[in-house]
Every structure is written in C-alpha cells, then in structure tokens.
C-alpha cells in the first residue's frame, strides 16, 4: 500500500491495489494444498434448493463409509436438518456451517470448518455448498470437483438459465428422474443445453432417494 | 445476490488501509470490476455505502470500472477478449461468455473476474501525515 498524493481537499489518495477475487483464489488454493497434504479427496456439491444434494451425499456416504473416512460439511442458511440426515449413514464427521445470511460457502468457511474437524483423519470429504444455482458458482473452495445436482423439478431450461453454475462444474447430476414426467420435464432439454455449453461433460442420472444411479456418481468420480 | 459479501470484503479491505494512514473518513473508493462477475454496481454501491456509513463514513463516492471478459477456448485453444451477448449484461439476463473465433461456449474463463480495490481517498488525520 502507498500513499501518494494529497487533494486540496485535505485528503490523502491511499493505493491500495487488493484484488477480492484474487484473494478468494488463494484461499481455496490454501485449501487445496492442505487436503492434498492431508490426503484428503474433497468435493464440492452444489445445486438449488431441494435437488437431491444431500440425499445423494446420504447415499455416497452409507456406500463408502466401510472403506474410507468420510467427512460431510453442510452449508446452509440456517438449521442443522441436513447435517442430522447425514449423521448415522457412518461419516466420522458431520459439521453444519450456518452462513447466517450469506448466499454461498467460500474457501474461508470451508476452511475454518475444517480446523474443527481436524483432529479427525478423513480421506474423503463432501462440501455441501448453500442451496442456490447463482452464487457459489464464483466462490471456489479448493475441492478437487465441482458436482452440480440438478432435479427434474428445476424445469427443462434450469441449464440455459444458470449458465455460469454449469460452466465451473466437473459432473452434473440429473436426479429425481422418477418424477420427470409427472412434473413435465423434458430430460432430453437439460441435456442438449449441457451439450451445447460443456460438449462432452459427464451428465449422471439418478433417483438418490431410491438410490438409483449413486454408484455411477461414485464411478464417475473415482471414488469406492 | 451475492453483492453483500463482496461489498464487505471491498470495504474491509479499505477500512483496513484507511486505518493505516491514522482512521480518518473515507470520501470515495475507486474499483475496477470484471464484467463477469455479474455484480450490480447499484447492489454493490448501496451495500458498500451502508457498511461504510455505519463506521463513520457516510456519503460515500464510489467509482467503478468495468473490466472485459477474456476466455480461452476449450474446443479451439483460442484466448482472447469473451464474445458477450448483445445488449446491457446484468443479473436479470443470463448470459453465456462464448469464443470470438470459434462461437464455442465450451471456456475458461482467463479474465473478467477481477474485484480489484484500486484506491481510496481518506480525510487527513488532524495529526497530519500517516506513514507512508
């Protein structure tokens, strides 16, 4: 920082040169280097409110706790409803992160949420990020992926109206697909739109609550 | 939506410096801003003018440049400036940054992103000069 001229109104122009997004950057690239360190493999879910998030990480989380050490952050707004519905499918670790306000979790949050899990060795950790298909989209965490849940109940256009969520995610995943045409969704839509805007990204359809389709999550992600 | 904690930051960050040259009221904060970030400069002003307000720095000028996208192309390899839609680029219109040469919008995005606090002004501390 410099200060490098005084105005006739008596006060002084400060430089201050500090780029927020920037800093953001580094944070979760802080947060990157210490779950590489700790060898821990982190995700980053993300998807509007009532996609199917957390019953798909309820899902991976009763799959893969036998073999692995799995950790489960869940951001929300307020309450703890989705920490309890992950708790007792045998993570080691459950935390809730209330942003209290805040529209997305950022790479400070995640790691402070992770300073108080630390004394637990996970290998595995599941990030589930604010119900909301705008904003976390320009916050990232330092996970190794970003997996976007979309439900049939989003709507056929849900992909052309949050291009920006869509465009930083690694794996989409379509859910509720048991529900598609009593809701008249066009499953062919959001698939078509993920084409033309990310050609060749992978696209998993799942009922998470029947558990349909978690086990190919679970591929697609090298997981298990 | 996500202008209230950008603005927080924006204004830690200057309340920080301002600090720094011995605390005296910040008159106006100059920023430069990535297009893409789909910021509402009005959201951003009000939000920033409000923290500011509350620690003793009311009327606040806030000067925003908006900076372009740049992309590279996933399908091409192009980098370059991001083909933007038509029209005025806010948050009620979703819009997709595409490659000028090949239309793709297959990207990463390379710039455009910035939130950069440029400078501030301050009113002198009675004191006189801050360290520099």
Redo the contacts between chains.
Sequence with gaps: MRLYETTEKGSVEIEIDEDIQAKQEELAERNRELFEERGIRAFDFTGSVGAGKTSLIAGLVERLSAEHRVGVIAGDVATTHDAERVTGKGARRVLQINTGGMCHLDARLVYQAHQKMSEEQIDVLFIENVGNLICPSFFALGAEARVAVVSASDGSHVIEKHPAMFQSADLVVLNKIDIAEAVHMDLSQPIADLEALRPGLRVVKTNCLAGEGVDDVMRELKLG | ??E???SS??WA??SR??R??GG?RV?SIVLEV?VL??LEEEQLSFWIGMLAEREGSPNLELKVTTLPGRVRCR?CGEEGEAGMPEGEVDHLV???PSCKVCG????I?SGG????????????AEAG??G?
């Excluded at chain 2, 793709?104 to 990207?107: A, E, F, I, P, R």
């Excluded at chain 2, 992103?113 to 002198?124: G, L, N, P, Q």
Aim: negative net charge.
């Design positions: 939506m996500h209230y904690s950008i930051q924006i960050s200057v410096a301002a720094e040259q005296g008159l990535g970030n789909l399908q979703p819009f997709i793709s919008h297959d990207v995005v992103r910035e939130i950069r606090v440029v400078s501030a002004e301050v009113e002198k000069e801050g520099a």
